[in-house]
């Protein structure tokens, strides 16, 4: 059993990236492991000012909502990032949450499996590409840790689309069961 953080980025009322979350979330509970989803809906996560100050802390400087996420992750073994793919990149909130998880990076953080699920309007394999390229940079700065998977679901535009999308909805749920 592993302690779970599924991270779900998009600010869309009705996301289908948060529908599916809540799917691989589902799969998660359902295999055994404590799972916990988690949204920057409504959060406040400025752009980090790259002082470095955290290197030595372990801490921001800055009083938002990132630190409270940042501990979460810290206490995580599996970390789920959930993105909306603009412009065939990661949305602009998750990469600046990622930035902002930079006092990890001197910490005894436990996660060691990352994992990225992404939805677009397009469909084909390559969408996504840039935003798995993106999330490996910072993986790559946890040496601990790995991608371990990843899944895209791709042919969704409109909010809620994904509420009857059911092969999608079947695929999030087996990705989250099949989390290690
Ligand atoms: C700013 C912006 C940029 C987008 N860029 C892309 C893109 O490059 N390729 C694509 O297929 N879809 C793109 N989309 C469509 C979204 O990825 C798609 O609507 C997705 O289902 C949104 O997920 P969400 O409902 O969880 O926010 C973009 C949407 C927005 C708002």
């Known amino acids: ?45 400025r752009f980090c000012i790259g002082c470095l100050a955290c290197q030595k802390t372990q801490r921001c400087v800055q009083k938002d909502d990132a630190p409270e996420i940042a501990d979460k992750v810290l206490h995580a073994d599996t970390l789920v990032f959930v993105t909306p793919i603009y412009y065939y990149e990661m949305s602009g909130q998750m990469k600046t949450l990622l930035d902002r998880l930079n006092p990890l990076y001197s910490a ?22 840039k935003a798995l390229s993106g999330l490996m940079g910072w993986v790559d700065c946890f040496e601990k840790a790995e991608l371990t998977d990843s899944l895209f679901c791709g042919g ?14 079947d695929a999030a749920y087996a990705f989250g069961k099949a989390l290690l």
Do not use: C, Q
């Not at 990225?116 to 996504?128: G, I, N, Q």
């Not at 969704?156 to 909805?169: C, G, I, Y």
């Open 1 to 45: 059993m592993s302690n779970v953080l599924v991270i779900a980025t998009s600010l869309r009322t009705g996301s289908n990236s948060d529908v599916l979350a809540e799917r691989l979330t589902a799969g998660a509970k359902d295999a055994g492991h404590n799972a916990e989803l988690i949204s920057l809906k409504g959060k406040e996560i």
């Open 156 to 169: 969704l535009t409109d909010a809620r689309e994904a509420l009857t999308a059911a092969a999608h909805l």
């Open 108 to 129: 005894d953080y436990r996660f060691r499996r990352v994992y990225l699920l992404s939805t677009a309007a397009e469909d084909e394999a390559f969408v996504p590409e």
